[in-house]
């Protein structure tokens, strides 16, 4: 789900979103969002909420993105990827990347609060 905010940005962070939408040819919307998105994986996940923990722990990356991102590691694999697909695949991994570190906090936070089972070997 999802709600729609206008907001008015500063002019400083106007010109980088458009550097940033420019450099990886995406909208600016889709940039702010997410850069919003990863201000958001600085709340430590025992402090969210049991909703959030459930919801963190389920969650994954979309499928535009992860469609994206094998499109990149293929073009990587061939030695076709340009300094913009570098720069696009260092973002998606690095999103990655914390995404999983955050679903394995969360993982942890709901068995610790008794929301899910341990997990058995």
Do not use: C, F
Request: net charge negative.
């Amino acid at each position: 789900m999802s709600e729609r905010l206008s907001l008015e940005l500063p002019d400083t962070v106007m010109r980088s979103a458009r550097a940033v939408a420019s450099q990886t040819n995406r909208q600016i919307e889709a940039v702010v969002i997410e850069w919003l998105e990863r201000a958001t994986t600085t709340i430590p996940v025992d402090q969210l909420p049991d909703d959030q923990v459930l919801a963190l722990r389920d969650q994954q990356m979309s499928e535009a993105e992860q469609h994206e991102l094998s499109d990149l590691l293929e073009q990587q694999r061939e030695g076709a990827l340009t300094s913009t697909g570098r720069q696009r695949l260092d973002a998606l991994l690095h999103t990655y990347r914390i995404g999983m570190v955050r679903k394995a906090q969360a993982l942890n936070v709901a068995v610790e609060r008794g929301l899910q089972p341990p997990l058995q070997n």
